[in-house]
């Protein structure tokens, strides 16, 4: 039998649970600091204008709605038999904190949904927030979820993230010891980063020690400041093989408990500008699990040579 070379997610929730979990995907309406002018009203370069979520609170939907369609979604495609309620879309702890209370509280109380993961940016979170996550960590799985993108300020300059990388460490060091887990979201093959600059990202993760990171790809999305730069061929897209040689080599440098929350991004096919290849997801990861058997390596294995 094939050896794991990465702890996934689904490996995860079946320790922690004992079954198959899914995260349903929540919209609840919340905005961004870097889009609501508070820092910018543009976002970051490469941010869909209708955030990442589904647009389903725009169609009407509540919280609670969206769980139970998510339900019966996913129990039908995977047999999954526990949820937890991914709040996506935005920086979901960019609120009034009864509001986010309520929010939180409305997703809990369906059936059979047995944790929290929130999504949001790392100048989002400060103590009362966290105070409010820590409570539900008591009863439920709790991972709150920063955008770091790159470990690099001229980087984070460039793409207008709006915050530096030691942003990024001191919500890490104000969320540990609350019994919530900490989940990275970096993005490879972000304007004028070279491989040994996405590397250097994955050793500031690694150094962090965090809990679980998703690897994104940056793919061009219409109506973004990086949709601009494409078309004016200032900006030229990761491919496909390059994007799995690096998935690989950032794998190497985690540490083997982190948990592989994502390995590459989902466009919506109506969206994507560039590079086609990013909507074929299974081939992608596919090639990325061929591809470390190929070099025989696998999570960590740049730290354990140290």
Known sequence: MEPQRYTDLNSYFRYMFGCRVQKITIDAGLTCPNR????????????????????????GMSVTEQVRQGKARLSKRYKARKFIAYFQSFSNTYAPVPILRNLYDEALAVEEVVG?????????ADEPVLDLLSGYADQHLVWIE????????????????????????????????????????????????TRED???TARFVADLDLDG??????????GTALAQLYHQGDYQCLEQEAYVDLVCDFLERLPKRMVIQRLTGDPHPEELVAPVWALDKTHTLKRIRERLVERDTWQGKGIEKQ
């Open 146 to 193: 920063y955008g770091l993108q790159s470990a690099h300020d001229d980087t984070l300059i460039r793409i207008q993230r709006g915050h530096a990388a030691a942003c990024f460490q001191r919500a890490v060091e104000r969320t540990r010891g609350r019994g919530i887990s900490i989940c990275a979201h970096v993005i490879l093959g972000l304007p004028g980063e």
């Open 213 to 222: 990171i998703k690897i994104h790809l940056l793919y061009v999305v219409r």
């Open 116 to 124: 929290l993961s929130i999504g949001t940016r790392p100048d989002c």
């Open 36 to 59: 609501d002018g508070t820092l910018s009203d543009t976002g970051c370069i490469c941010c869909n204008p209708r955030g990442s979520g589904t647009g389903a609170h725009r169609r």
């Open 198 to 200: 996405m590397l250097e």
